[in-house]
């Protein structure tokens, strides 16, 4: 069954430096979406995604995120200058339907990167 | 703004013991709800979602969930729970673009 792959990991970095995370959704899907749950908290959404434009972002998803699609495969999230309050689980999702195709309508989620900021 | 709330933030059953999961949301207009789980070291999976018609729905691996619009509910159900359940498991509604999430329940299964 196609899965949601997530590069890295598990990933550390001090902050101040740049991540770039990683996400290859299954193949014939259209929309993408970065979320995020810092450990004890609830899975918050980042981004949606289609058409090569952002379709709508959260008050999380300031200046210092970034989204793309670089080529037919990936979907990457950037974070210019991390901060301490960025660690966090970031899952990547991606639906084959317009969130208005109501009945089949699903969101395939990642395993997630555990992003941790010293 | 909307919101989920799951109440149950931890549940330890023995197995063969009945499961009820709360989940009620904070949106007055038509809903899309989906409960999620999340085995221990793998990725979120959806249980089961409803969207119209028949408000008692059914999913995956024996589990059923009731919409009852009165209270805002969205309860997930098992009648035998198993050891292989041992999981968290989240509620959400959809709105607009996106899924929003309650803060998740973690099911612990003793055999």
């Known amino acids: 069954e196609p899965e949601v792959t997530q590069t890295p990991s598990h990933q550390v970095t001090q902050m101040g430096q740049e991540v770039i995370l990683r996400c290859v959704p299954i193949?014939?899907?259209?929309?993408f979406y970065w979320y995020r749950q810092i450990l004890g908290q609830k899975v918050e959404f980042l981004v949606s995604f289609y058409n090569n434009e952002i379709s709508e972002k959260s008050e999380i998803f300031d200046d210092q995120f970034s989204v793309e699609r670089p080529d037919g495969s990936n979907f990457t999230l950037k974070i210019r200058s991390t901060k301490l309050e960025d660690s966090a689980m970031y899952f990547c999702?991606?639906?084959?339907?317009?969130?208005?195709?109501?009945?089949?309508?699903?969101?395939?989620f990642g395993p997630g990167t555990r992003l941790t900021v010293t | 703004a909307q919101s989920v709330s799951q109440h149950n933030h931890h549940v330890i059953l023995s197995e063969a013991a009945s499961l009820e999961l709360g989940c009620n949301y904070s949106?007055?207009?038509?809903?899309?709800l989906f409960w999620y789980v999340q085995y221990p070291g793998q990725h979120l999976q959806l249980l089961l979602k409803y969207f119209s018609g028949d408000p008692l729905v059914k999913g995956i691996k024996g589990f059923e969930a009731e919409f009852i619009k009165s209270k805002f509910s969205f309860n997930l159900r098992k009648p035998s729970v198993q050891w292989s359940d041992t999981a968290e498991y989240f509620c959400a509604v959809k709105r607009a673009d996106k899924l929003i999430f309650g803060t998740g329940t973690r099911l612990q299964v003793f055999p």
């Open positions: 999702a991606s639906s084959s339907l317009k969130p208005g195709d109501r009945v089949s309508y699903e969101q395939y």
């Open positions: 949106y007055g207009g038509t809903v899309n």
């Open positions: 193949s014939n899907h259209l929309y």
